[in-house]
């Protein structure tokens, strides 16, 4: 069972980026996968959240009209499209995934409630 994340990079302020979460040894339909980010100094934060099962889908205020996050069952993977990117957004990226199902997504689940972590992915925005 895995996460893969990737994506990451180093990117201008107001440029975009789209990390990738795949998932492997478990199919992601009757699971909610999260993102949560963490960066120096600081506490880690849950950016945003899909269902799979629904297509719900939740985000933290700071990312709001900035960041998507979608689904492809048939690939196995979660995205998250990261647009309008402040330098604020810096940070390691975690995607996590806590079986359920679930639907109707009102909130990030806390991260320990999450069975599966992937390894990280930088974000850095910089002039």
């Known amino acids: 069972v895995q996460l893969q994340a990737s994506g990451g990079g180093l990117v201008q302020p107001g440029g975009f980026l789209r990390l990738s979460c795949a998932a492997s040894g478990f199919i992601l339909d009757d699971y909610v996968i999260g993102w949560f980010r963490q960066a120096p100094g600081k506490e880690s934060e849950g950016v945003s959240c899909?269902?799979?099962?629904?297509?719900?889908?939740y985000y933290a205020d700071s990312v709001k009209g900035r960041f998507t996050i979608s689904t492809d069952n048939a690939k196995n993977t979660v995205y998250l499209q990261m647009n309008s990117l402040k330098p604020e957004d810096t940070a390691v990226y975690y995607c996590?995934?806590?079986?359920?199902?679930?639907?109707?997504?009102?909130?990030?689940?806390?991260?320990?409630?999450?069975?599966?972590w992937g390894q990280g992915t930088l974000v850095t925005v910089s002039s």
């Open positions: 899909i269902s799979a099962s629904d297509g719900s889908t």
């Open positions: 996590a995934a806590v079986q359920g199902p679930y639907y109707g997504l009102l909130g990030i689940f806390p991260s320990y409630e999450y069975d599966y």
